[in-house]
Every structure is written in C-alpha cells, then in structure tokens.
C-alpha cells in the first residue's frame, strides 16, 4: 500500500472527503517526523514505537576504489511493532500464527519432541 492507497482507506472508513483524508494523514506522519528529530519516541498502543536510534562514526571502504573512509555518525529512524501487531502480520502470512486473544499451545508433556512435530513448529 502506498501513501495514496492510505489516503483513499483512510477516507473510505471515517467518512471523511479525501482533502480532509489527506490532511489527516499529512498531520500524523508531520507529528511523528518533529517528534523523532527532537529526538522523542512515539508509542501508538497496539500499533507499535517509532524512536531514533544514533550510530557511531565508523570506517568503511568507497566499492569503486577500495579506499577506506570514515563514516560520520548519524540517526536513524526506528519501527518496533507492538506484539499485537505482530501476531496479526503473522496471520496475514498465512503461517502458522496466533489470533488476537489465543494462547500459545501448551508444550507436550513427556520426552520433548522432534520441533517439527511442536504445533509451533518451524
């Protein structure tokens, strides 16, 4: 989904005429940019944490020339999903996943199986 494609759910779901869509959607990712440049993290509950991780300066090598170089520091936007968020992408996988509100299986009891044949299993 691009952000046009976010734009149009976004007004098909809340009623809202696509303009008033679009400043809505413009609002909360301008939000979330001036918050991560200050620095701040942003906790959606349920959705996930948006933070800024810092990485060192470091030495690399140029591919063209092999001549190594240093690599200043900078800051890097960062996405965690929540759990719950989490689970739910797994079940759109169509992989083996739990539901919002399932329990993980118990493991059997007895001598531990081959993990293949664990309900969890690979």
Partial sequence: MNKQEL???????????????T????????AISAALKKGDEVRLVG?????VS???????RNPRTGEEMT?????Q????PA?????RSTDL??????????????????PLPVLAEWPMGA
């Avoid at 992989?95 to 009891?109: C, D, M, S, W």
């Fill in 7 to 21: 734009i149009g759910t976004v007004a098909d779901t809340s009623g809202l005429g696509k303009g008033d869509a």
């Fill in 23 to 30: 400043k809505a959607v413009e609002a909360v990712f301008d």
């Fill in 47 to 51: 959705f996930g944490t948006f933070s």
């Fill in 54 to 60: 810092k990485r060192k300066a470091s030495t690399g």
């Fill in 71 to 75: 690599i200043k520091a900078s800051n």
């Fill in 77 to 80: 936007p960062k996405f965690r």
């Fill in 83 to 87: 759990r719950a968020s989490r689970i």
């Fill in 93 to 110: 996988t169509g992989k083996q996943g739990l539901g919002a509100g399932q329990a993980h299986p118990a493991p059997p009891k007895g």
